[in-house]
């Protein structure tokens, strides 16, 4: 076990409410055909003169407000999010600047997609193994609304806007993360194919809509079907927990389907998944974090919870915590 707690958490959802009928009005959809196919009703849309940098700060003061802890007591900020601010410089530093955390290192987890902020939090937890950190602020945001095609419906119904963040510190000797489990398959299933080193901006880039998320439903669902169950089952059995002893299951919040399959897989109740997707949409990085803010509250000394997400890549991977 590796001895780190989780002291408090915040989320930040930006004020504009996007309902399936507003999309209706965009783009070739319905809301009965979203809602069937997704369980996503509404999800929040950043406004055009805030950027992903202005959400993790915001969720970074809750979080620390609710953990008691100030912006000079971080030692770690980790920002976690594919849609930063700018290419350079990195996130991190503008977040660690506007928040006053002088002294904090900062890092940017950024391609991995919808699984960043599981690997954000893994890289907090070792970090905190060092003497010379004892507080992580860990942020997840992602602003897809900048990304995702206007255009096309089958990934602009999908994606919302938010950001979740999570104050970690050393343990007491009784909590921490009791194991992980992380893989990989290569698969451009996911991509946003352009503004990179291979196929750099051009006039013919923006022309034919490079630079906008394109993603293959099919492939999604099977993949993660396949590996987020499996993922957790594994992780359980590295810390030696049953799987019915684990009391919150904290997932990724792509599609109400992935969940519930993910959950029969497991053979777990759904009041042990609680679901913000339906609101919130699938918020990337923030959506583990937005369904463990939910519940954070409930949370009891000695309560075993899983966080687990897939992402573009494809990378997955698991979490699992004594709280």
């Not at 992903?52 to 809750?62: E, G, I, L, P, T």
């Not at 987020?228 to 059995?237: E, G, M, Q, V």
Request: charged fraction near 20%.
């Amino acid at each position: 076990m590796i001895p780190v707690a989780l002291r408090g958490t915040g989320v930040h959802l930006p004020e504009r409410i996007v309902t399936n009928d507003d999309l209706a009005r965009m783009v070739d959809t319905s809301d009965e055909w979203i809602t069937s196919r997704t369980g996503i009703r509404e999800r929040r849309w950043l406004a055009p003169d805030r950027a992903v940098s202005d959400m993790c700060v915001d969720a970074a003061r809750d979080a620390m407000a609710a953990a008691g802890t100030t912006a000079q007591q971080l030692d770690v900020i980790i920002v976690a999010t594919y849609t930063w601010d700018q290419p350079l410089p990195s996130t991190a530093l503008i977040v660690k600047e506007a928040l006053g955390a002088h002294r904090a290192l900062t890092l940017d987890v950024t391609q991995a997609a919808c699984a960043n902020g599981v690997q954000a939090l893994l890289l907090a937890a070792h970090l905190l193994q060092s003497s010379a950190a004892r507080t992580a602020l860990v942020i997840a945001a992602d602003c897809a609304s900048r990304v995702t095609d206007p255009q096309e419906r089958t990934t602009r119904i999908f994606f919302g806007d938010a950001a979740g963040a999570a104050v970690l510190t050393e343990g007491d000797g009784g909590s921490g993360l009791l194991s992980w489990d992380f893989g990989s398959e290569l698969s451009y299933d996911v991509q946003i194919k352009a503004g990179g080193s291979k196929l750099p901006t051009s006039e013919t880039t923006v022309a034919q809509r490079e630079h906008f998320l394109a993603m293959n439903g099919r492939a999604v669902w099977d993949t993660a079907t396949r590996w987020l169950p499996d993922s957790i089952l594994t992780a359980a059995a590295n810390a030696q927990v049953p799987i019915e002893r684990i009391d919150h299951f904290f997932l990724h919040q792509a599609n109400l389907h992935i969940v519930n399959a993910a959950l029969e897989k497991l053979g777990v109740p759904a009041d042990k998944a609680p679901v913000t997707l339906d609101r919130l949409g699938n918020t990337g990085s923030a959506g583990v974090f937005t369904a463990l803010h939910a519940r954070f509250g409930e949370l009891r000394r000695g309560d075993v919870f899983v966080m687990s997400a897939i992402g573009a890549g494809f990378q997955w991977g698991t979490l699992c915590f004594r709280h």
